[in-house]
Each structure stands twice: as structure tokens, then as C-alpha cells.
């Protein structure tokens, strides 16, 4: 399966223009343009999306049991599968279309250093992690906490417009700092360009995968008194002098030592 060919093919059906929450005597109650609200808003229009992926392809689309761990969704073909997918919803809004576009991806100091902490069975049962990101304006005209009767639901605003959004492995997207300055969550790359995000732009898709484990399971906690690198720059000096590195896989060593030489004689770092 060809999971981001096969969502851009279903999520192309779906409009974006949520009304409201109905309750019980048909009245609407509007959104307004709270983020987290609305980050909520997308995930619900990506589940079913996923489920129908899910069916056709012989799947079991699963959300954790606790809405505190990663990741949002998990796609296997059984409990017992070493090949499951991992897929996190990311929602940022924009003021303008040359924003600035930047996500927190999720934890570097959990899972991918212990392999069970924060996550929906073990870090190492997954063989791909996904991000799905929605980017939008807000839409100031948008009514907060209005109440609308079921017939006069046309004259709800919609809280977003200009919606755009794309699925790309994480590794693809990432970049080399934490999503904030005192946090242990792994940041992406920085853009005003979308199609970096859509096209996995970042460093470590040529780098790859094992690089980008690397580097996140050893990069500096926030407190840490000794840190070995801050930057990708730093880290690649600092890993061509290591040789017992260990990951939660098995990975060649040597390999990961020759892309990094590629990458810098490529660059000229």
C-alpha cells in the first residue's frame, strides 16, 4: 500500500466547512476559531478517511486508549505486527500565505529512547511514522459560542478557510532543534514554503532514517549540564568519533559514518 498516493486519492473528496456541534433539540453551537478546537476539528474529518484506507487494504485502524500518548493512529494488520504505521494529525494556523511554517513532531526524550514510554505499544513495533498536517487561515468573521437553529445553519461562518495540508514520513520533515525551547519535542524544519512539507524537504531525507533516530535519541535533554551538540552541524563532527552507538534497532554504523561524509562533502560543512 502506498499510503500517501492512496490518502491524497481520499481526502480529495472531503470539504472542510464544519457548521457546528448539534445537540439534542437541533440547535448548533459554533466553533469559533480556538486552535485546539479546531486541530480536534481535523482529526475528525482525517479518521474517516483513514478507516476507509484501513478496509480497503486489509487494516486495523486503531486510536490509543489514552489520548496523552503517541500517536494519534495506528494502522496494522494485527496486535501482534512488527509493521505497524504510526500517523500524527499536526494543525497550525497562518496569517499570511508567506508565514512561516513550523510543527512540534512529537517527543525525543520518551519512546525513542526506552521504546514503551508515551506510546501505544513499543516503539520498535513500527516500521513507519507518518505525519498528516493541516495548515489554514482563521476566519475572523467566525461566531464564538453562538447558538444557531438547525434551518439557519447557512449563516454560520466557517472558523478556517484556505486549508491545505499533506502526509509525509516524520524523519522526512524533521529538523534539528526541539519544536520550543524548553521542551523535549522534536521540531521540524522551518519553511514558508508548503511544498517542502509536502515533498519531505528536510535533512535527513537524504540523510536517513537511521541518522535522524540517531540524532534524536542522543540529542541533549533540556536540563542536560553537558551537551554534545545543538545543531546538526555539531552533530555530525560529534558522530563521526563515535563508534558504540546504540538504537533501538539494528542499524550499520558504518553506513550511517559514510552518508554523514556524503552529506557534509555534498554540503560543504
Known amino acids: 500500500m502506498n499510503l500517501i498516493e ?8 472531503q470539504t472542510f466547512e464544519p457548521y457546528g456541534m448539534l445537540d439534542a433539540q437541533n440547535r448548533i453551537h459554533t466553533f469559533g476559531t ?17 478507516q476507509e ?18 500517536p494519534d493512529f495506528i494502522l496494522m494488520k494485527n496486535e501482534q505486527s512488527k509493521e505497524k504505521i504510526a500517523i500524527d494529525v499536526k ?15 512529537g517527543s525525543f526524550g520518551s519512546y525513542m529512547r526506552n521504546n514503551t514510554k508515551n506510546i501505544e505499544y513499543s516503539y520498535t513495533d513500527y ?15 467566525a461566531q464564538e ?36 525551547g524548553n521542551t523535549e519535542n522534536i521540531g521540524s524544519i522551518s519553511s514558508c514554503n508548503f511544498i517542502d512539507f509536502e515533498l519531505g524537504r528536510g535533512p535527513f531525507a537524504e540523510l ?24 546538526l552541524n555539531e552533530f555530525l563532527s560529534w558522530i563521526q568519533k563515535q563508534k558504540n552507538l546504540e538504537l533501538l534497532h539494528d542499524f ?4 550511517v559514518q559514510e552518508k554523514v561524509k556524503a552529506y557534509i562533502f555534498k554540503h560543504e560543512l
Open 252 to 255: 550499520d554504523m558504518n553506513e
Open 53 to 70: 484506507i484501513a478496509n480497503e487494504n486489509g487494516y486495523i485502524l486503531k486510536t490509543p486508549e489514552s489520548q496523552t500518548v503517541y
Open 6 to 13: 492512496t490518502f491524497y486519492e481520499k481526502i480529495s473528496e
Open 145 to 180: 459560542s453562538l447558538i444557531f437553529d438547525y434551518k439557519d445553519r447557512q449563516k454560520i461562518e466557517c472558523p478556517f478557510c484556505d486549508v491545505k495540508y499533506f502526509i509525509q514520513e516524520k524523519y522526512k520533515i524533521a529538523g534539528d532543534k526541539p519544536g520550543s
Open 91 to 105: 494543525t497550525t494556523y497562518i496569517d499570511k500565505d508567506t508565514s512561516s511554517l513550523k510543527f512540534a513532531l
Open 34 to 50: 480556538d486552535s485546539k478546537i479546531i486541530g480536534r476539528i481535523f482529526e475528525m474529518f482525517t479518521q474517516p478517511v483513514l
Open 208 to 231: 536517513g532514517q537511521d541518522v535522524y533516530d540517531l540524532y534524536w535519541k542522543y540529542y541533549p535533554e533540556y536540563r542536560a549540564s553537558v551537551k554534545n551538540y545543538t545543531s
Open 127 to 141: 516500521a513507519k511514522h507518518y505525519v498528516i498536517g493541516f495548515i489554514y487561515k482563521r476566519n475572523g468573521n
